[in-house]
């Protein structure tokens, strides 16, 4: 193992990590080895709860024999063969499927791409060229709210609102006209307005923000405000979406129906990547004609794994009656969650179905206070990051009460050990 250990060093380079403190000497990372449920396994046989459905992916546990069985019997078909011009049944099957989730919506079409930015990118080009090939093409402009979160690659990250998740510079990617809040639509001038294609937003909550919570009904506003125009909406459920809100799309909570749905993370349960935009008649009629083609798409589009995996997931929802069971469970999620808004330390707790974000302080930033509760509940039997110094918790949806009790002590322990 040590061996193993230095190797990881001299060689990897992790995503969001300042890698100095990574690579000293007296650091020991910490190997995944195996996992099943709720619980993971390091490389000295501990168990930790899964705390943040690995970075919001996992839905119903790892191991699940559903999913796995799935992927096996699709191994033993194809593991992956190229949609450029060729398709599969397991592509069609989910396809019908994620439509099938929306009953009597205007999304009738599933565009597949590999994760959450690629999904987004999907959706900003589609709007983009629907509009400059169907007569609009002074409608070159993408409307996205402060704090918002929409992935990393460049045209995803050009809509975001968190300038450190930018990279080296700004001034890259798609023309963005950025707003704070619902409100600041009114004071856009007609000439801004009559330049926007479409209107970005994670329904309901944003993520990377620190779990920041839309008033209530502001959803159901903005697509009025959309449709008053005829701009396209687009909304970012890779987080959301899959029942993390307590509906299976959180915009199914205000009854509205977007232009684009984007969809990962938990699409194939957490076990594969995969994404899916799904998009209206209107919009894919808008790509027909001689010359016409969506110019966008990749080697590993439409992935046969991917598509089993997925296919499995909703399998699991249907025979375990998931979506059923989940208003006890969240029920109970925030009665335990009460349990931390007593500590001194806490400042806000911010709840949406089976997400929360803990809010600790006010302590300077540089002080890294969230980062060391989630080191320090480690100890405790628990796994998770932080916003800053929010720190997330966004269990599976298999959770059991038992392991949601587990997961406030290690968190009321650890908020303690390193804040008082």
């Not at 995969?274 to 969506?294: D, K, N, Q, S």
């Not at 109970?332 to 949406?352: A, G, H, K, Y």
């Not at 059991?400 to 997961?407: D, P, S, V, Y």
Request: a negative charge.
């Amino acid at each position: 193992m040590p061996d193993l250990l230095q190797l990881e060093k001299r060689h990897l380079w992790h995503p969001f990590t300042p890698m100095q403190a990574w690579c000293e000497d007296d650091h020991e990372p910490l190997l995944l080895v195996s996992g099943k449920g709720c619980t993971l396994t390091d490389q000295h046989g501990r168990e930790y709860l899964d705390g943040n459905s690995s970075i919001w992916t996992n839905i119903h546990g790892h191991g699940h024999p559903t999913i796995t069985a799935a992927i096996r019997a699709q191994l033993d078909r194809v593991a992956h063969t190229s949609f450029l011009g060729f398709s599969h049944e397991p592509a069609i099957q989910l396809g019908k499927a994620l439509i099938n989730l929306l009953p009597g919506s205007a999304l009738g079409r599933a565009f597949y791409s590999d994760n959450g930015s690629t999904a987004i990118e999907s959706a900003i080009r589609m709007a983009l060229q629907f509009c400059k090939q169907n007569e609009r093409p002074e409608r070159d402009t993408i409307l996205a709210f402060d704090r918002a979160y929409h992935g990393d690659t460049l045209g995803a990250a050009s809509v975001g609102g968190i300038p450190i998740f930018k990279g080296s510079g700004n001034d890259f990617g798609y023309r963005v006209q950025r707003v704070p809040n619902l409100a600041a639509l009114e004071s856009l001038t007609a000439d801004q307005t009559s330049r926007i294609a479409a209107v970005i937003i994670e329904p309901l909550i944003q993520g990377s923000a620190g779990m920041r919570l839309w008033p209530k009904g502001m959803l159901a506003q903005l697509s009025r405000w959309c449709l008053d125009r005829d701009i396209l909406l687009i909304l970012d459920e890779v987080m959301t979406g899959f029942g993390r809100t307590g509906t299976m799309f959180a915009c199914q909570q205000e009854g509205v129906v977007p232009d684009f749905l984007c969809l990962a993370k938990g699409l194939t349960g957490g076990y594969l990547p995969l994404a899916a935009t799904l998009t209206t008649e209107r919009v894919f009629e808008g790509f027909l004609g001689a010359g016409r083609a969506f110019y966008y798409g990749h080697s590993y589009t439409a992935n046969q794994l991917g598509c089993a995996a997925a296919l499995g997931s909703l399998q699991v929802f249907r025979e375990e009656c998931v979506m059923e069971n989940l208003r006890g469970k969240i029920m109970r999620f925030t009665e335990l969650l009460q349990t931390l808004r007593e500590l001194p330390q806490v400042i806000e707790i911010r709840q949406l179905g089976l997400i929360a974000g803990i809010e600790i302080g006010p302590y300077p930033p540089e002080e890294q206070r969230g980062a060391k509760v989630c080191h320090a509940v480690r100890k405790h039997g628990l796994l998770t990051r932080p916003v800053v110094d929010t720190i997330v918790l966004m269990p599976p949806l298999s959770v059991t009460e038992a392991e949601m009790k587990r997961m406030m002590e290690a968190m009321r322990l650890g908020i303690i050990e390193v804040c008082e």
